[in-house]
């Protein structure tokens, strides 16, 4: 299994961001994507899950402000991201799970910035 994330880059505080992540190889119809960030200095933490069924979570820190996708036919998620703060920057991981095994992208660096 690979992820291939994408979408990272710099933004100014108020703007917005997409990233977006292709999962490849074997890959159950059941099973939860999502992503996860690490800011420097700072352990990694959830952003946001999503289920194959469609059942949502996300961290109350970014409740409001970002939304989370996923094409089960394709095997993408993808992570819409409004409102952006410097809060906000970090590198951002795509997170898959199949059953009881975790799979990680390459991390993709979102900053927020004037």
């Known amino acids: 299994v690979q992820l291939q994330a994408s979408g990272g880059g710099l933004v100014q505080p108020g703007g917005s961001l997409r990233l977006s992540c292709a999962a490849s190889?074997?890959?159950?119809?059941?099973?939860?994507m999502g992503w996860y960030r690490q800011a420097p200095g700072k352990q990694r933490e959830l952003v946001a899950l999503?289920?194959?069924?469609?059942?949502?979570n996300y961290a109350d820190s970014v409740k409001g402000r970002f939304t989370i996708s996923r094409d089960n036919a394709k095997n993408t998620v993808a992570l819409q991201m409004n409102s952006l703060k410097p809060e906000d920057t970090a590198v951002y991981y795509c997170?898959?799970?199949?059953?009881?095994?975790?799979?990680w992208g390459q991390g993709t660096l979102v900053t927020v910035s004037s």
């Open positions: 997170r898959l799970v199949l059953r009881t095994t975790g799979y």
């Open positions: 999503i289920a194959s069924e469609g059942t949502t």
């Open positions: 190889g074997s890959i159950s119809s059941i099973n939860v």
